[in-house]
């Protein structure tokens, strides 16, 4: 029964997944930040190029999709034991605080998979929209820590700081998901009235003191997440929709909801020098990098971009989601880093504070990948004609060296007598090999085409997969 109902939920909200993709477009926008701290940051964050995102909440417990299912938006339905009526679901969906208790929580062990499979950053759910913090908050008890949560008791009970602090540990960037709206706080869903959608359910313009202790609350919550919890180096803030914006004939999709970013962009930065503000979907000044949701751009961007995607369909852990195989995520990867971008691949924690399984699998093919042919991920940089064909480029930042990869239709690399691509303006090249294969390597460049030749062995038995990476050093 309980599986039943955990599924049905899950579909519902994949097709929220589409609708929420239309807000995310990315922006022609862009503003250089002020701040060289900010732009030396980036560029050092961009350099990282794969990162570890994870949704982690008190909804892992029923297994269906972080905060969504208690909104009210017409789109949602709800299925199950408590899905009477709304109140009885939020109700119960609360109550799920009193029950959460991760036990297997370890964060090391993510770090050591993360690590190996060549990710350099980490973003985590400090708080989602349904407003419970997992940090120890003094604003709210809808909280990790608070008493009635079984796992306030645990001495990792504050899973945040044990999360980066287990990453810093590592040297990855620190990153800070914290979602604007919060459907828990009476002063964003107030009470009095019934909550209409995702959005604010009063008018922000009517009710000033309301809204100015919401926009209190919220500074106070990012406040402590900035000084209590070591270095952070992004914040990435969600629920673009927390945005000014003119109020329109009373409709709340166009209430001005001013939660006054620059107040918060100039304490974050007083304790976090140099800290990457990442307001999504706002565009302007506080949206450093931008965020392309579930899909990879078919082309370079002229500012600094990060692709966030589910390791399998969803954000939040689902029993039985479907992980994406490995050379999907691999291939995802070096596409990505063809065109200037960063992956950040969501990994959800189950109820009990481990991963599934099959999460660590991927992220082992992906190591074993990584180890051959990381070489022409990390240091690099996009190089024209981006890809052609099944080929995609990169080049060293550091060496005269470009990479291209061949992208295997298959797990094993076969590949063809010849593998020929055109390359712009490599005057003297002076060697070509192939990653993770000593094998000389005779090839012909003239008039802007490479024509590789592969010996017989090596198309027999590259014992490469997902790509052939080939090393054109000049
Ligand atoms: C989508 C989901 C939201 C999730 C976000 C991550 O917008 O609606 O719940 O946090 O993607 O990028």
Redesign the pocket.
Known sequence: MIQKYMLSLCFLVYG??AL??N??KMSDTYQIPKDSLVRQKLARWQDQKFGL?M?WGTYSQWGV????TICPDDWVTRTGPYSSDYFTYKKAYENLQTTFNPVNFNPEKWVRAAKAAGMNYVVF?TK??DGFSMFDTKQTDYKITDPKTPFSKNPRADITKEIFNAFRKDNFMIGA?F?KPDWHNENYWWPYYPPKDHNVNYDPQRYPERWQKFKDFTYNQIEELMTGYGKIDILWL?GGWVRPSQAKDNDPQHYNQDIDMARIAKMSRGHQPGLIMVD?TVTGEFENYT?P??EVPDKPLSYPWET?MTIGKY??YVPDDEFKPSIQLVQTLIKIVSRGGNLLL?IAPGPNGDWNPIAYQRLQDIADWMKINGQGIYGSEPVAPYSAGNIYFTRSKAKRALYAFWLSEKDTVALPPTVSFGVNNIKQLKKVSLLGSAQKLKWRYSNGLLNIQIPGTLQKSAKLKYSGTFVLEY
């Open positions: 929220q997944v929420a993709q807000e995310h995102f949704h999709a972080e905060s969504w759910t989602h929209h998901y979602s969600d999504r965020t949701e579930q966030c954000w939040s969501n």
